[in-house]
């Protein structure tokens, strides 16, 4: 009897002890299910919408780029990775990577590597923090760079679905309101002095299949700046055609061509002054020619591709005088220092 008695008390003790095993395991899953959902809830819509907007390119100029997202979580349900593909032409334009996550602060680093096909450095890669609350709900983001205080953005108001609607750049001091369309698109920018009274706005129309078709910006001092878009059969980016007024002489047209990576092959800007520049990119090599006047020669300068930067450097400088006859060339290393020095 006794035997029995020790027995069953050992079997009671097993099946306490998996009892709480299984409920430490549907703890864990709770937790587990509960902050992926909170994160897919609060945190990505708003990771979406502020890292879909164009870096402040000549091409898109802040509007917000058409693409699909990826995300990968890590075994806490956290975001891991995020990556932004473009539909028109196919491929990667963003990818975000999430770390050191501080449970107690709220806070995670980011990595964000941006593809630029039509700029002069193919890459930018930016480092960031972020703040969010008790329910994955961002209020602010920090730039951080090296040797240097970072850049404050603090998300003021968001909407029902998470998209930002004000924030508050804190190095400049001034505000930003945004207003979308239906598919999220940023349809209104508006930049807001420190009493919230409107300093500039922009606006923006999309294709049917999500690409930016036109942009117009003005200012409180009557500047502006607009351009339409026009795409190929395929929805790639064509060319661009643009007109402007920032005062001071600063007024003409613009006309950017496309090849098909959407890189821009081409850019001719005419003054209302009578001077121009004209951009050519060949792939490998990028010449940039400013006129004086009709095919009168100011300045020349000339960059070309490094495959182990990924970038392009400045290897090249070339004066003309008044009358647009060659006055010196000026050539340069990797490091931007003048190298030899070539008298006319």
């Not at 006055?327 to 008298?343: F, K, L, R």
Request: aromatic residues 16%; negative net charge; proline residues 1%.
């Amino acid at each position: 009897m006794k035997k029995f008695i020790f027995l069953f008390s050992i079997l009671l003790a097993a099946m306490s002890s998996c009892s709480d095993d299984d409920s430490i395991i549907e703890t864990e899953t709770e937790n587990l299910t509960g902050t992926k959902n909170l994160i897919e809830l609060n945190f990505i819509p708003t990771i979406e919408n502020y890292f879909s907007k164009d870096r402040g390119t000549v091409t898109y100029r802040s509007s917000t780029r058409s693409g699909n997202w990826i995300h990968k979580f890590d075994d806490k349900g956290r975001l891991l990775k995020s990556e932004l593909l473009e539909k028109y032409p196919s491929r990667i334009l963003k990818e975000i990577i999430f770390s050191d996550y501080d449970s107690e602060e709220n806070k995670v680093s980011l990595n964000v590597t941006t593809f630029n096909y039509f700029t002069l450095a193919r890459l930018d890669s930016e480092s960031y923090e972020l703040i969010f609350d008790e329910s994955y709900i961002l209020k602010s983001i920090t730039s951080k760079y090296e040797n240097e205080p970072g850049e404050v953005t603090v998300f003021e108001k968001l909407d029902d679905n998470k998209r930002i609607v004000l924030l508050k750049n804190g190095l400049i001091d001034e505000y930003v309101g945004y207003e979308y369309d239906e598919q999220g698109n940023i349809l209104k920018y508006i930049v807001y002095d420190t009493e919230l009274v409107v300093k500039s706005t922009v606006t923006y129309t999309y294709t049917e299949f999500g690409d930016l078709e036109s942009y117009f910006f003005q200012n409180t001092q009557g500047e502006f700046s607009e351009a339409d878009y026009f795409y190929r059969s395929d929805n790639t980016l064509e060319r661009l055609e643009g007109s402007f007024d920032y005062g001071s002489e600063n007024a003409g047209n613009n006309l950017f061509t496309y090849a098909n990576d959407e890189s821009y092959i081409k850019r001719i800007t005419d003054y209302e002054n009578g001077e121009s520049e004209i951009y050519i990119n060949n792939g490998e090599q990028i010449i940039v020619e400013y006129y004086q006047s009709y095919e009168k020669l100011a300045h020349v300068y000339e960059y070309s591709f490094s495959e182990s930067e990924g970038k392009f450097y400045f290897v090249k400088y070339e004066k003309y005088d008044e009358n647009g006859d060659l006055d010196y060339i000026e050539y340069y290393d990797e490091d931007g220092n003048v190298t030899e020095t070539v008298n006319e």
